[in-house]
């Protein structure tokens, strides 16, 4: 599985953006993703998850009430709309996927990365 992240940028500081995350070469219909990001000189952090079925949702307590995750289980395909955009959400965006519908928020457990998309918060 292929998995292709979209959407990043830069954005003023309480704006909005949405990131994509598309499929290809399989399929994450039902199967646990979730998003990661990585900012300066820091490791890689868990920022939301879903389960296969979209009915378990859980987020880091830093983008709880702003960040909202979802997924179209017809167009393999996830998303994470981000509001109240802060400095520190800088950072580069990885979407993921597991082979469970399970959802986790360790990265180890993911099974399928994509290549990460840039997102800067700055006026």
């Known amino acids: 599985v292929q998995l292709q992240a979209s959407g990043g940028g830069l954005v003023d500081p309480g704006g909005s953006l949405r990131l994509s995350c598309a499929a290809s070469?399989?399929?994450?219909?039902?199967?646990?993703t979730g998003w990661f990001r990585q900012g300066p000189g820091k490791e890689r952090e868990f920022v939301a998850a879903?389960?296969?079925?979209?009915?378990?949702?859980y987020y880091a307590d830093s983008v709880n009430g702003r960040f909202t995750i979802s997924r179209d289980n017809t167009k393999n395909t996830m998303s994470l709309r981000m509001n109240s955009l802060k400095p520190e959400d800088t950072a580069v965006y990885y979407c993921?996927?597991?082979?469970?519908?399970?959802?986790?928020?360790?990265?180890?457990?993911?099974?399928?990365w994509g290549q990460g998309t840039q997102v800067t918060v700055s006026s």
């Open positions: 993921a996927s597991r082979n469970t519908g399970l959802y986790s928020r360790t990265a180890r457990d993911y099974d399928y």
């Open positions: 070469g399989g399929d994450i219909n039902w199967y646990a």
């Open positions: 879903i389960s296969g079925t979209g009915g378990t949702i």
